[in-house]
Structures are given as structure tokens and as C-alpha cells.
């Protein structure tokens, strides 16, 4: 199918499809916290199937982003090769999603609250849909060892980030207050 003329037709296409397998190979030994210890790369194609299905997003850069946004957190990924491999927009926004791992992660939880205030509007969208995407995580299969308090505060620390990206896409924002209504 190499010489299929459509393929010209959506370059998005590729550049989201490369983003998906760069992720997968980079999370390839990550499974997820919750009970049913789900392979890594369930998460991100959770964030880009939520923003294209539930927010509407089209945009390919917004969905590569979403697809690599733990990379650079919880990979040995650096910001260099993401900029080399997908440009300096995608880098630039996996970069602002992503926390600061020397500091203490109570200052990181703070500063994803106050950071969410300036994000860049792709940044937002990567970010919501990964609050979803973490709350209904926590709803389905919870971290074992998480008592209800903390999981309570969880919900509260996701809404306040949330609350910071208000009027970014209503749909996602609807989906994000549903999800949130069912807080343990
Ligand atoms: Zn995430």
C-alpha cells in the first residue's frame, strides 16, 4: 500500500500513527497502577480515542501529543529526541504537560494547578483529557493500596487543575464534570 495516493492525502495520519508506535515501544515495560495492571500504552490511546471521540479534536498535533504525552515523565525519553522525531510543537507541549521529577510531589501537584492557568491551548486539551482519562482509571481499577481518602483527594486535586481550563472544549470539560460527580 506504499504507493497508495491517499496516504499523501492525510499526512496527520502518519504523524499520529508514528507518535503511537514511538509511544508504545517507549512504554513497552509500564503497566498501569490500577488492579488490572493494564500495559502503559492503554493510557495515552485512551487521551487520543477521548479527544476524538468525545472532544472532537481533529487536530494530528494535539492527538501525537497526547499519544507521547508521558514520555518525557516516565520514559527515559528526552525532549531533544521528541523534537527531532515529531518538531519542536509537539515537543513544547509534552514538555508542558509534563511535571519537573526533582521536585517534591506535593510542589508538583501545586505547580500542575497553577501551570494549567497559562497552558497553551493544545496543552490544554492534552490535559484534560487526561484528567478524564485518570478519573474514570480510578473509578474502574483503582491503586490498590489507595485508601478512599486519598482517592477523594485526588478527585479534588484533578478538578482544581481542571478548573484552571475552563472554556477550552465544553464537551470535554461535560465529560470531565460527569466523571468527577462519581468520586468515591
Ligand atoms: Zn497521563
Given at each position: 500500500m506504499l504507493n497508495d495516493p491517499d496516504v499523501d492525502k492525510q499526512p496527520g495520519m502518519g504523524l499520529v500513527l508514528r507518535a503511537a508506535r514511538f509511544a508504545a515501544w517507549k512504554h513497552r515495560h509500564q503497566r498501569r497502577?490500577?488492579?488490572?495492571?493494564?500495559?502503559?500504552?492503554n493510557h495515552p490511546l485512551d487521551l487520543a480515542h477521548v479527544l476524538w471521540?468525545?472532544?472532537?479534536?481533529?487536530?494530528p498535533i494535539v492527538l501525537a501529543a497526547a499519544l507521547l504525552h508521558d514520555t518525557l515523565e516516565d520514559t527515559q525519553t528526552t525532549v531533544q529526541e521528541l523534537q527531532g522525531e515529531f518538531g519542536e510543537e509537539i515537543g513544547s507541549i509534552v514538555m508542558e504537560v509534563s511535571d519537573e521529577p526533582t521536585l517534591d510531589w506535593r510542589v508538583r501537584k501545586k505547580l500542575q494547578v497553577t501551570r494549567a492557568k497559562t497552558a497553551t491551548p493544545r496543552a490544554r486539551l492534552v490535559k484534560l483529557a487526561d484528567k478524564i482519562c485518570n478519573l474514570r482509571s480510578m473509578i474502574?481499577?483503582?491503586?490498590?493500596?489507595?485508601?478512599v481518602e486519598r482517592r477523594r483527594a485526588y478527585f479534588d486535586w484533578a478538578r482544581e487543575v481542571v478548573e484552571q481550563l475552563r472554556g477550552t472544549n465544553p464537551s470535554l470539560e461535560e465529560r470531565f464534570d460527569q466523571v468527577y460527580r462519581q468520586r468515591p
Open positions: 497502577k490500577g488492579k488490572g495492571r493494564l500495559p502503559y500504552i471521540f468525545e472532544g472532537q479534536v481533529t487536530d474502574a481499577s483503582p491503586p490498590q493500596r489507595w485508601s
